[in-house]
């Protein structure tokens, strides 16, 4: 049985990379792969005894000073020596940097290295990724837009990239109208429409921006921001500044963002960068119409014929005519765009297929590295067992 462990920062709070690592884990499991999860720091809370009942192992390096914390690596090295992984996937720079460095002291069969966003980073990171090109086998990214900017700072060459989409369990993100009575009944709403931001409140998701839009909309309209982030406080204060705070809703970081989806009429992403967002897969699984911005990780989500023309990234007025467009389509035109949307994401990125292609990438580093080792696979070599995409 193939051994994987997934190397992340934490689970202690899920973002888009940490739930796409789960979604991993547990489809693997269950496919009969032995899996880990590794996390630099946490306890993993209830999300580590989830994966446990799903048959995965958690593991947590208890770091406390980032990179810098020499217990971690010590840790992870006796690790790698006791369970033996045939590959070490890690996800997000923290991650991909430790498991790289840490395969001159405990080599291993295949080390994977995913991309999540276009964000290089700055000097010390970009500098650490050139160091240790040849130390991972292969790179992937969540999708051509993540992968562009990693490409032309030159931290990842085409030889050795594969372009794997994140996931989406389609079978669980699906309209439930008896969840979307309920929750709407629960938060006191009638014939309202009802839209939804999912995301941390952080300056690249643009919320500012969508209060502004929002301010121009419609009264008889809801928003709501599921999310927690350092500009909590701002967007508040903002809100209130526009004459928003009966309008606008911020009930924080929500466990479960699947009834919120249920409950919306509509889903706004206004980033100024994505890589390939979790929650807009989500989202056109539950057939909400979606406006976004015009950038490349959302647009690689819906094509224009799914969305209409996207956003200029920070135009208030653009935003407020796009929601206003949304709004004003007759009933059957929306379910209509809804339906379209949800069999767009089940047949690009279902779970199940997205498993399967794991499943190859693995397969084939694995019968070419058929010996631990501490370095990663040449180009020649990787060309020859997988056909990149």
């Known amino acids: 049985m193939n051994r994987v462990a997934y190397l992340i920062p934490t689970i202690d709070r899920i973002g888009g990379a940490e739930q796409q690592v789960l979604q991993l884990a547990r489809g693997l499991a269950k496919r009969g792969w032995k899996i880990s999860v590794i996390t630099l720091s946490g306890s993993g809370g209830d999300t580590a005894k989830t994966l446990q009942a799903a048959g995965v192992q958690f593991h947590s390096l208890g770091m406390r000073k980032g990179l810098a914390d020499p217990r971690g690596w010590l840790r992870l090295y006796v690790w790698i020596l006791e369970n033996r992984p045939d590959v070490l996937h890690a996800h997000l720079p923290h991650a991909s940097l430790l498991a790289r460095w840490s395969r001159l002291a405990s080599p291993v069969r295949v080390i994977v290295d995913t991309i999540h966003s276009p964000a290089t980073g700055g000097l010390l990171r970009r500098a650490g990724y050139r160091l240790t090109t040849g130390l991972v086998d292969v790179v992937t990214a969540v999708s051509h837009a993540a992968a562009g900017p990693w490409l032309e700072a030159g931290l990842v060459g085409d030889e050795n990239l594969a372009i794997v989409p994140n996931g989406v369990d389609t079978d669980r993100w699906k309209r439930d109208h008896g969840i979307r009575a309920a ?12 839209w939804l931001a999912v995301g941390r409140l952080d300056p690249v998701k643009n919320h500012a921006t969508l209060l502004r839009a ?93 969305h209409g023309a996207a956003v200029p990234v920070g135009d208030a007025e653009a935003l407020a005519a796009a929601m206003s467009a949304v709004m004003c389509l007759p009933d059957l035109d929306r379910r209509e765009l809804g339906r379209r949307m949800r069999l767009s994401i089940c047949k690009r990125f279902g779970i199940e297929a997205v498993l399967t292609q794991w499943e190859d990438l693995y397969r084939a580093l694995l019968e070419n590295n058929p010996q631990p080792s501490r370095s990663g696979m040449s180009a020649s070599a990787l060309g020859r067992t997988f056909q990149l995409q």
């Open 214 to 306: 929002f301010a121009r909309i419609a009264r008889h309209t809801r928003l709501v921001f599921a999310g927690e982030g350092a500009l909590h406080g701002e967007l508040r204060s903002l809100a209130s500044e526009l004459g928003l705070r009966d309008r606008v809703s911020f009930p924080g970081f929500q466990n479960d963002v699947h009834t919120w989806m249920q409950a919306a009429d509509g889903f706004v992403l206004c980033s100024s960068l994505e890589g390939l967002p979790m929650s807009l897969l989500e989202a056109g699984a539950c057939e909400l119409p979606a406006v976004i911005t015009d950038i490349p990780g959302s647009r690689e989500v819906l094509p224009d014929s799914l």
């Open 183 to 194: 929750k709407r009944h629960e938060l006191g709403l009638s014939d309202e429409f009802l």
